[in-house]
């Protein structure tokens, strides 16, 4: 089984994720802590809600832990479908909690869902602040595009 991700919210820095399509970050909708709450794009703040450690595993995957949370990048309910929400949920060791990511030119990477096989998207490539990201079959679209900005709380 990989290793617990538990603890990572403890170091203090992370990554926000930018969207190339909209320029905002992912996001845990209202800076919730609760076991399924819905990740959407919004502006950035620079909370916690927004940062989020990658935590490599042995097989090159890596989970994506919420700073604010301490819980990871999910698929809703496991879905391997189209269209399927993403969330934070609590560590299982899952494949839809298991992530690789691509480069995609110099400054942008693509996450892709090891349980999937899809990409992470923003849903209908909306510009909107709280629209929902979802994971869909890679397209090429900058909506499927993210650029990781280093963020740290600086006391």
């Known amino acids: 089984m990989a290793p617990t991700p538990a603890g990572a919210a403890s170091e203090g820095c992370g990554?926000?994720?930018?969207?190339?399509?909209?320029?905002?970050?992912a996001d845990v909708a209202g800076a919730a802590v609760d076991d399924g709450a819905p990740v959407?794009?919004?502006?950035?703040?620079?909370?916690?809600?927004?940062?989020?450690?990658?935590l490599p595993l042995p097989d090159g995957s890596f989970v994506l832990v919420?700073?604010?949370?301490?819980?990871?990048?999910?698929v809703a309910g496991s879905s391997t479908d189209?269209?399927?929400?993403i969330v934070q949920s609590e560590w299982d060791g899952s494949a839809t909690q298991l992530w690789r990511?691509?480069?995609?030119?110099?400054?942008?990477?693509?996450?892709?869902?090891?349980?999937?096989?899809?990409?992470l998207d923003v849903a209908g490539a909306s510009v909107e602040t709280g629209t929902g990201l979802i994971q869909w079959d890679w397209n090429g679209?900058?909506?499927?595009?993210?650029q990781?900005?280093?963020?740290c709380v600086v006391a």
Request: glycine letters at 12%; aromatic letters at 14%.
């Open 101 to 119: 990511q691509y480069a995609f030119g110099p400054d942008f990477v693509v996450f892709i869902n090891v349980g999937s096989g899809r990409a």
């Open 15 to 25: 990554y926000e994720f930018v969207s190339a399509n909209s320029g905002l970050v």
């Open 141 to 146: 679209g900058a909506n499927q595009l993210w």
């Open 66 to 74: 919420n700073l604010n949370s301490n819980m990871v990048l999910d």
């Open 82 to 85: 189209n269209g399927a929400a």
């Open 148 to 151: 990781g900005i280093a963020s």
């Open 40 to 54: 959407i794009q919004w502006l950035s703040t620079g909370d916690d809600n927004q940062r989020w450690v990658p």
